[in-house]
């Protein structure tokens, strides 16, 4: 007797545990908004098989899915937690009061018994279009070639597999050339590409930064490196793709932003080392930051000659600059120069903030003045700080008035007018400071023709357009 006991509660217990291995039933929902109830079964490839409390077999493209459902099912996937294979047939989970015996079987049991044989594959005639094996961007054509000896088949709207390009599985490592380099193709490539001439010009690429390589995206450009391996908070590219649609900076400027798909793919990327290819040891711990340069070397002598010149500022002077919500900070331990910047008060930041630095402003060789409220007016005061090397105006609504104040800057190297309204009028006031040495306008209101009458005028000046 004690041994019959025994043996009904092994069985008892051996059937909640694989009770507790199927999935419950749960509700989806699509990308439309539709809902529906079931249970994932088993994934093949994209699709994912649900059983509905009908008892029938649903497939449903991973595609279709709301991205919290996407998550679940990755998170199943990665976990292990579902068999691989579309399944033959399903039965409702209790039939005259019993539950299915088949529905408890294991996930392994399912992947190996309920996988259908393969179709037969149609064979094409030589030449024939339908046997045309297209290459996606980024794969080696041999290697699709090599593909397509052993498979004839043209591959169906949707299908992904493993030499075929496009978005990848749940449970599939990202690889950089298959799945993330076609999308930076098709989005930032016109402005980020490799250099190329024109009217006998060299055109860069914007901002100086190219995308066209894994090593150009891993390099950056001269303000830095923009992907940071392992680390989303610390990668400007996923900052930039992410940022809210009427945001200014975001990326890509022109055309539709990329969607909650495409930037996982960044993400998953990005988190899985930034690696050139799935097998490849993780850049995670090997990369470094590229060494800033936007603050030429030439300017350190030229700081180090003008910083002589200037008085130490003192404390009531420093005290009544931040007063205005900006940060001073001295640039270097050999002279009184000083930097000031606005970043966390930026869109309090108003033309009166600026009287604020009237005991300081010899002393101001460095200001950032991105994102403020500020105006043209504005650059009347800044005319004043004749030490002025560096100024940065980024996504401010600076315009072409605003820059007539600057024309006779006799120290100014670095300007930057990413996102103004400045013009190729604008321009002509700039062509007045002999001194300049970096000039971006990337975003602006300018055009080629008023960048290459700049770069005529100011032939040693490197502009980024």
């Not at 992410?242 to 945001?247: G, N, R, S």
Request: hydrophobic share 35%.
């Amino acid at each position: 007797m004690v041994w019959f006991r025994a043996g009904i509660l092994f069985v008892l217990a051996g059937f909640c545990l694989v009770a507790w291995a199927q999935e419950t039933f749960r509700k989806f929902t699509t990308t439309t908004g539709q809902a529906f109830t079931g249970r994932v079964l088993s994934y093949e490839g994209r699709t994912f098989y649900f059983q509905g409390k009908d008892g029938k077999l649903y497939p449903v493209p991973y595609d279709r899915l709301s991205t919290p459902d996407k998550s679940y099912l990755i998170k199943l996937v990665q976990e292990k937690k579902l068999p691989k294979g579309k399944p033959q047939t399903a039965k409702p989970p209790f039939q005259n009061g019993k539950k299915d015996d088949t529905s408890s079987q294991t996930g392994s049991d399912n992947a190996e018994k309920l996988k259908p044989p393969p179709p037969p594959k149609p064979q094409f005639r030589p030449g024939s279009f339908f046997s045309y094996i297209p290459v996606p961007l980024g794969q080696d054509p041999a290697e699709a070639l090599a593909h397509s000896s052993t498979d004839s088949t043209p591959q169906e709207v949707g299908e992904t597999s493993a030499d075929a390009g496009g978005m990848p599985g749940p449970d599939e490592p990202i690889d950089f050339e298959k799945h993330l380099m076609p999308m930076i193709e098709e989005s930032c490539l016109d402005c980020h590409g490799a250099p190329y001439v024109k009217n006998g010009r060299t055109i860069p690429p914007k901002a100086g930064l190219r995308l066209d390589s894994h090593e150009w995206i891993i390099k950056g450009n001269l303000d830095g490196a923009i992907v940071s391996p392992g680390s989303l908070d610390e990668s400007t590219l996923y900052q930039v793709i992410t940022l809210d649609p009427d945001d200014p900076e975001i990326m890509p400027p022109k055309g539709e932003p990329w969607d909650d798909e495409q930037i996982s793919v960044l993400e998953r990327w990005i988190l899985e080392g930034a690696k050139p290819r799935p097998d490849a040891p993780s850049l995670a711990t090997k990369s470094k930051p590229v060494e800033s340069k936007t603050e030429p070397d030439s300017s350190v002598s030229r700081l180090d000659v003008i910083g002589k010149k200037v008085r130490p500022a003192s404390r009531p002077q420093l005290e009544a600059a931040m007063k205005s919500g900006a940060l001073v900070s001295p640039l270097s331990e050999k002279h009184s120069l000083v930097r000031v910047e606005f970043s966390s008060a930026a869109y309090q930041t108003t033309d009166s903030d600026l009287s604020l630095f009237s005991n300081l402003k010899n002393n101001i060789s460095h200001l950032d003045l991105s994102k403020t409220k500020i105006s043209d007016q504005a650059l009347g005061t800044v005319q004043g700080y004749r030490n002025l090397v560096w100024l940065s105006l980024r996504n401010t609504q600076i315009g072409d008035r605003g820059l007539e104040s600057l024309a006779k800057m006799e120290e100014l190297t670095y300007i930057n007018l990413v996102g103004t309204k400045v013009t190729d009028k604008g321009l002509e006031s700039l062509s007045l400071i002999k001194s300049l040495e970096e000039v971006y306008l990337w975003n602006s209101k300018v055009s080629e023709k008023g960048v290459e009458n700049l770069r005529n005028t100011l032939p040693e000046v490197k502009i980024i357009f």
